[in-house]
């Protein structure tokens, strides 16, 4: 398949401002045939937008059905991607999905089974397993820069304020995905940390609430243990004062900083700064869905790896919560 | 009392490195008038270097009941405080004892009730209480500098090498005191995130052994929860690659970072680089002793609050090891 035929199920934020914006880049291997919105006027008027317009539909499996389609993008409310999906792969058509993958582990799992049951593909866009720093640094970390990688650290200081048009979506404002922000942006930041350090064996944290408007618990200190013995530590708040995004890597031999699209690196005591070229990691993911539509494995797309981030972030919700250190692979 | 006779209790590299070169600078309220070594070669040869050379006892209990000293400073193994501590009360002797109060928590406590019963000071010698950049960041928070204060991130990649001359101190090499380095290097860590945070109610954390040659655990990631509700992240290796001591703390109006001898202040989004003078804090300890035992309160010095730098860092101990969360207080 040369061009794919895309239809797109929901005209919010992530389809507005994260998806088209690649797709218009990318249109040698993708063509929006379709659009869908519960409420119609905004994928008309989305349509109206885009040259050339795509067909838009009041009705999600009519588009599905309409034999003009290839594929489905789904940038819906999290508790909704269950139903969707399992509607498209049976009119055979392929899925990208917006993460988190569900709104719990539970639900996650069942969108693994209907994907290991369908012929077609699934693939969960995590755009932060195709940012190019994370890459480069895990990338490093193999080549032994640091020597022994053993401890983890990331911060995310990520303020929501109260303007933000993210917070203003309703079902952000009344969430039913576990953690409400904790894991509606924690998915990203463990898809990183689980690319740089490995996958995770146990989860402790205590939580807090800051924020008056968030719709849940909104700042996280969270330890964990990989599953090779490594040590992550993972701080975030959406509700504390906004001071970036970082992570810190520390090995037996060196250590790695990583923030904004800078790598400092101090290997074996030689000081190297690497200005990383801040390609869009959007773009990256949407080429990747096509090459595994086209027959490579869905390693980054993976539904299995898009449900371990968000096992990672319930256990670290469950942990805070209940006051115990959670196994990630019991909620698997 | 205007010159306090100071009789010296172990000649290790505490009071070498540490102790003398403050009090030499303070011969305007200090005199070393003793020394007391259990190997009386090295108290010989310390003497013997100094100028003037103070007398030399070979029995601590002497030294004690000589009339020739008001105070003792004891900068022994930890495990030998608790007595020491008692011998100097029992004479009337005033007391300066380098930190950790003692092996564990239980021992600990022995001490605090020890300085209770007595009328004579015991002033434990916790130098991170003492240093500038943290006393002064202290202030910038209570003076509103970013705003309610929330989160207390501190992290210290602090390698003790293999030739190192701490390293290679017996009692180090075979810890008694609870985790070893943890504790040794960790009660100084836990005193300023105190300083900055406040007292400390839970606390649960993973632990790693990455040296063969440190005696113990010497990685920690470890996540708590203040009694006023903050959040408190605290990683620490004595073993993995040196790469600096740092504490980064995040409110809802502002952040602030700590590092070398700078705060990075970042209040309400106006930027500022505040250098602190880097002054001894041994010696500005001793000007404290000095003071406490002039009559003034005994607040950084105070036996009870070492006590609660030492739980904090058992309480991690005890977690890693039990996987469970453990509350401070139910240590003292």
């Known amino acids: 398949m040369n061009k794919i035929r895309l239809g797109i199920a929901g005209c919010g934020i992530a389809t507005r401002k994260l ?16 659009l869908y919105n519960r409420t119609e006027r905004r994928s008309q008027e989305l349509a109206g937008q885009m040259k050339p317009s795509p067909r838009v539909f009041n009705n999600y499996v009519d588009m599905l059905e309409s034999g003009e389609i290839d594929a489905v993008d789904i940038s819906l409310p999290p508790g909704l991607n269950n139903e969707f999906i399992s509607q498209a792969l ?26 290991e049951r369908s012929d077609r593909v699934v693939y969960i866009a995590e755009n932060f397993r195709h940012v190019s720093k994370f890459t480069e640094a895990s990338r490093l970390i193999e080549s032994g820069k640091i020597g022994s990688p053993a401890f983890f650290q990331w911060q995310s200081w990520v303020r929501m304020s109260r303007d933000n048009e993210y917070v203003n979506t309703n079902w952000r404002k009344h969430p039913d995905h576990i953690g409400g922000y904790l894991s509606d942006g924690g998915v990203h930041h463990i898809a990183a940390i689980r690319l740089l350090a490995g996958d995770i064996a146990k989860v402790t ?10 719709g849940a618990e909104d700042t996280l200190a969270c330890v964990m243990q ?6 992550v530590s993972y701080n975030v708040s959406y509700a504390l004062y906004k001071c970036g995004m970082s992570a810190t890597i520390i090995g037996s031999d060196g250590c790695m900083h990583i923030a904004d699209s800078r790598i400092t690196l101090d290997s074996h005591g030689k000081k190297d700064i690497l200005d990383i070229d801040q390609d869009d990691s959007y773009e990256r993911e949407f080429v990747d869905f096509h090459r595994t539509v086209c027959g490579e494995r869905n390693i980054l797309g993976s539904p299995l790896s898009a449900l371990h981030d968000l096992a990672v972030i319930e256990a670290a919700v469950i942990s805070s919560n209940t006051d115990r250190r959670v196994f990630v692979d019991s909620l698997l």
Chains 1, 2 share one sequence.
């Open 226 to 231: 990989t599953k090779n013995g490594s040590l």
């Open 90 to 115: 049976d009119a055979g058509i392929h899925v990208i999905c917006e993460k988190p993958i569900s709104n719990s582990t539970a639900e996650g799992k069942k969108v693994v089974e209907l994907a």
């Open 19 to 34: 998806h088209l914006p690649a797709l218009r880049k990318l249109g040698n291997i993708f063509e929006v045939a379709a």
């Open 205 to 214: 944290a205590f939580s807090k609430t800051v924020s008056d408007y968030l």
